[in-house]
C-alpha cells in the first residue's frame, strides 16, 4: 500500500462532567486525509483545501505529530500529506485533534501498523500541542479509539475505551464566533470548592456506569456540569436558551470542548432531531450564523476510505 | 414472622478516589440484631451488648432510624430491638451505619417488606445523622445494597450498585486510636486545585469502569486519592508505613471512611492475608492496640441469621 485516503474524525471533548477526561466521537463530521509515501525522506504537505492553514510542517497540526512518528520509525522513505479539512479550527470539536490524529493514523497504516492506539495518541498530542498549547488527549483519544474515551492519565498516556449504548446520537450547534482555548481556560478558577468537585466525580463514576448498562435515564441524570459549565457558558451566546430548548428532547447538553459548539446527546435519532430544530428556533432568532449536525455516536473512530 | 435475627455488615466508605460517594460492602464483620414484634405500639431497645451505648431510642442511631420508618410505617403494634454490636464505634468501617441500617432493613422484613432498598437508606440516613451530624449514605448504602455502591446523589436518594469482581478481597487494619469524624471533616479544605480534582474524577470513572470489566490491574491505578488522604493521613500513626506494607501485595491502600481503619483491596485471599501480615508487622512495633480483618466483598450486604 502507497496511498491511503482516511476519513478523521470530529470529537466532543469533556461531555459535561468529564472535563479534561471524557470525549466521543462523531460519525458524519471529519476532515479527510490521503497520505502517500514518497521516495523523498520527510513529511510534505501538499495539498490543503477548506481551510487556510500553514503548509510548513513544524507550523501546521498534521505536519506536528506526523514528524513525530516519522523521527521515531526512521523509514528509509517519506510522506506527502494531503488536507481536506473540513471541521472548522476554532470550533469546538476537535478540529485540531483530528489533524493531529489523522495524520499519524494514516502514516501508521502505511508502515504497516508498527504502533498500537496508546502509541498514536503519544505522537498526535505534539501535534495537538501546537494548536493548544498544552499536550492534551481529551479530543485525540476518541478521534483514534472511537466511541466513548476516558483519559485516565496523560503521562503516562492511558486511554480507556467506554462502552457507548447503540441509540446514542448527538445533535451540535457550531455557532460562528471564536473563542480561544487559552481564553476558555483562563476563565475557570484554580480552585473549586470541595462539595462541587464531590458532585462532579459523583456525575463522571454514574456516567461511566450508566454507559456500561445501556441506562439512557442515568446518562441524562449524569450529564451535568457544576464546575467548568457556568464560567465557560458565559462566553457561548444563548447558551441557556438552546440548552433549556434542546432539554425537551434531548438527555443533557453541554459545552464541546471549550466551545463555542454546544452538544446534545439523545436517545434515538429522531430526538437528535427534534433536538437540532430546537436549536435552530433558538438561534435563528439571533444574528449569529451557524451551523448544526447531527450524528450517531461513532465506535469506529478513523475510517480507511481507500 | 414475629423475630428475625439478621447480620449487619461493616462497611468501608470513600475507596480512595471516590470520597463522600463511594463504599464497599464487607463480609464477617458486623453486627447483630434480634428484632421481634410486641402488643405495646413504640420502638424499644431492650438490649444492648459489646459496646456501652444509649437505651434511649432517640439518643440511639438504631433507634432512631427505626423511629423513621416506624412513623412512616405506622403499624399497629410495635418492635423490641436487641443490638449485638461487634462494629466498635468511631472505627471507621461503618459502626453507626450498621446499627442504622439494620434495624430498618429488619423491621422492613417483619412488616413484609412494603420498602424498597432506597426507602430503606432514607430512614437509616436520620439514624446516621444523629452520629455524624449530617446525612450521609456512603456506609449506609453499601450495607443496605451489598458490593460496591455510588451514592450518585442523597437529595433525592441515588445508589447505584456497581459490579463487584469476584476475587475482591479487603484487608482492614483498625488502630484503637479516636478520631471524630468532626475532626476528620474539619482538617478537609473547602476548596481544593481544579487539576487535583479532574485526577480524582479520571479515577472515579477509571474505578468504576475497572469494576464492571473486572480489571484488577486498573482497579489498582485508580486506588489514588490526591484530595483527602494527604490531610487526612496525618491524623492516623504509621498510615504511610502501612500503606507502603500492605502495597507489596495489595492493589490499593487508603483510609476506610474518615479513619483510624485503613483497608487495603487485594486480588485473591492469599494476597490478602499477606497484606494482613504485612501490617501487623508494621503495627506490631508501635506501643498502639489494633485489630486486623480480612473479608471477601459482601455483594449481599445485610443477612438474614434466623
Given at each position: 500500500m502507497n496511498?491511503?485516503?482516511i476519513f478523521s474524525p470530529a470529537t466532543v471533548a469533556n461531555v459535561s462532567c468529564g472535563f479534561d477526561v471524557l470525549g466521543f466521537c462523531l460519525d458524519t463530521i471529519g476532515d479527510e486525509m490521503i497520505i502517500r509515501k514518497t521516495d523523498?525522506?520527510?513529511?510534505?504537505?501538499?495539498?490543503?483545501?477548506?481551510?487556510?492553514?500553514?503548509?510548513?510542517?513544524?507550523?501546521?497540526v498534521a505536519g506536528v505529530s506526523a514528524l513525530a512518528l516519522y523521527e521515531d520509525a526512521q523509514p528509509n522513505f517519506g510522506f506527502e500529506i494531503e488536507i481536506y479539512k473540513k471541521i472548522k479550527p476554532g470550533s469546538g470539536v476537535g478540529s485540531s485533534s483530528a489533524s493531529a490524529a489523522g495524520s499519524v493514523f494514516a502514516i501508521n497504516e502505511l508502515l504497516?501498523?508498527?504502533?498500537?492506539?496508546?502509541?498514536?495518541?503519544y505522537f498526535a498530542m505534539k501535534g495537538e500541542a501546537l494548536a493548544s498549547g498544552s499536550e492534551h488527549a481529551d479530543?485525540?483519544?476518541?478521534?483514534?479509539?472511537?466511541?466513548?474515551?476516558?483519559?485516565?492519565?496523560?503521562?503516562?498516556?492511558e486511554v480507556l475505551q467506554i462502552p457507548t449504548p447503540s441509540n446514542l446520537y448527538v445533535t451540535v450547534i457550531h455557532p460562528q464566533i471564536e473563542i480561544k482555548t487559552s481564553e476558555a481556560r483562563a476563565i475557570l478558577p484554580k480552585e473549586v470548592e470541595l462539595?462541587?468537585?464531590?458532585?462532579?466525580?459523583?456525575?463522571?463514576?454514574?456516567?461511566v456506569h450508566a454507559l456500561h448498562t445501556n441506562d439512557y435515564q442515568l446518562i441524562k441524570r449524569s450529564l451535568e456540569d457544576v464546575i467548568v459549565e457556568p464560567h465557560r457558558s458565559k462566553l457561548i451566546p444563548f447558551f441557556n436558551d438552546v440548552k433549556l430548548a434542546a432539554n425537551t428532547y434531548a438527555l443533557g447538553t453541554g459545552i464541546s470542548g471549550s466551545g463555542p459548539s454546544i452538544f446534545a446527546l439523545s436517545e434515538g435519532i429522531e430526538n437528535a432531531k427534534k433536538v437540532e430544530q430546537a436549536i435552530r428556533n433558538v438561534y435563528s432568532k439571533t444574528d449569529i450564523a451557524f451551523e448544526t449536525y447531527v450524528s450517531k455516536i461513532n465506535v469506529q473512530g478513523m475510517k480507511i476510505l481507500s
Open positions: 496511498e491511503i485516503k523523498k525522506k520527510g513529511i510534505y504537505i501538499s495539498k490543503i483545501e477548506g481551510h487556510d492553514l500553514p503548509f510548513e510542517v513544524e507550523k501546521n504497516g501498523k508498527p504502533y498500537n492506539k496508546t502509541q498514536l495518541t479530543n485525540i483519544a476518541p478521534a483514534l479509539f472511537g466511541g466513548f474515551t476516558l483519559v485516565k492519565s496523560v503521562t503516562p498516556i462539595k462541587k468537585a464531590i458532585t462532579q466525580w459523583a456525575n463522571v463514576g454514574s456516567l
